[in-house]
């Protein structure tokens, strides 16, 4: 779709103010801003994003630990639109074949990805300016309406929130969301981008140095080319490529010299590492279902969930065409995002889980009135020993 001018400028500047008329501007930069003792957080209404993260590096320096662009008005014109920190829906991921069957009616969704739908199609809430609703030193909420069909084939007026808060060195995400009038499938997640080195690594930009453990994740969805799930839940072997879970020290590269990496998360060969669902069982309440960790800049950062999986993608697509912040990299050295030089790493239900009801996540992925949809998250920043 071509956009106007007039109309660019209108989109980026509702991006950039987005506001209640209650609730204060955001900064200059177009950001609104909450802090803690170890944090330091920034928003944009546009897809209710994060734009930057600060943690202390172990040189007690503040780094920039999440991908993103210095400009808030360049987000909702950029055409490679990696859907940075922000929040997809109502349905994340795929939904195979753009076809999925409510109450016994078959729907047909956008066929967005091939003939799969991704991030709910047209229209999806990453691609909208959600409305500041509240605004504390250490905490902000946006909120959206979701009309019903606004995305091809999501039958229902969707009512949602979301709200960031700092504490001490813990980043909390927590989402709700009310079907107004029907039953609708809603699965969210907030896709958050992360290079712990805030790509200050002279010797490489590269990901596969950090340390990624998923200790309660021995199982994953085994996924065709096309990163949709085929309904097989597979078993890693300790040491295989999508092993993360038989050691606290794997490397996201462990496996980069083994048969298969290249072409693990599909495009016929093409999609080197990950793009997949790992799932997280047994885990015991409030325990810390991933930890990713980088020796360079020292920093640890702990996930804790209340879903039942994460999706993994270690960057693939990102064609070293985007720009840096200027709170990252290094001049003449790392400026770009390049291939595999990042991380996301979004706690959500199992993808396409309307199409598989041997899964069991029905219940989990269809709401009606009454019944609300809740997703919490946090992220605990500390130093490597
Ligand atoms: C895929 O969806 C199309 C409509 O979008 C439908 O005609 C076709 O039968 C579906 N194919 C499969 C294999 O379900
Ligand atoms: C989409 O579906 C059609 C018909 O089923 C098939 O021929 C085509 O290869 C599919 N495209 C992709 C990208 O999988
Ligand atoms: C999301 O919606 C936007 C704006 O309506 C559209 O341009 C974009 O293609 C959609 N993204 C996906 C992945 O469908
Ligand atoms: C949903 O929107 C599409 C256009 O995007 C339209 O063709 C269709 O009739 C709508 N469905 C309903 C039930 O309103």
Known sequence: ??????????????????????????????????SSDGIKAQFIPYGASLTNLFVKDKNGDDIDVVLGYDDAAYYPVDPGH???NSIPGRYANRIGN???????????????D???????????WSYRVWEVTDLQDDAITFAILDKSNSSLGFFGDVQASVTYSVKGSKWNIKFTAESLDQDTP???????????????????????????SLPYSQRYLEADQNALPTGQILTAEPNSINDFASSPDLTLGHARDLPGFE???????????????????????????????????????????????????SCNWMDGTA?????????????????????????QDYPDGINHPEWERLDAQIYGPGRTYNWETSWTFSLLE
């Not at 720009?323 to 990042?342: A, F, H, M």
Request: proline fraction near 5%; aromatic fraction near 8%; charged fraction near 20%.
């Open 323 to 347: 720009d840096l912040k200027s709170t990252q990299g290094i001049e003449g050295v790392n400026e770009k995002v390049v291939r595999s030089s990042c991380v996301a790493i979004e706690a």
């Open 186 to 212: 809603l699965l969210l997640t907030h896709h958050t981008y992360f290079n712990l080195d805030a790509f200050r690594n002279p010797d490489q930009p590269l990901i596969w140095d950090h340390k990624l």
């Open 1 to 34: 779709m071509k956009f106007s001018l007039p109309l660019l400028a209108a989109v980026a500047e509702a991006a950039v103010i987005g506001g209640r008329a209650d609730i204060p501007p955001p900064g200059d930069d177009g950001r609104y801003t909450i």
């Open 263 to 313: 072409g693990n998360c599909g495009a016929d060969g093409a999609c080197e590492g990950y793009n997949g669902y790992f799932l997280i069982e047994d885990a015991p309440e409030d325990a810390v279902v991933a930890t990713l960790a980088s020796e360079f800049s020292g920093v640890k950062a702990e996930l804790r969930t209340d879903q039942p999986g994460i999706v993994l993608y």
């Open 114 to 124: 091939g003939n799969n739908t991704l991030h709910s199609g047209t229209n999806n």
């Open 98 to 112: 753009g076809t999925y069957t409510l109450n016994g009616e078959t729907i047909h969704t956008e066929q967005n």
């Open 82 to 84: 990696p859907v940075y």
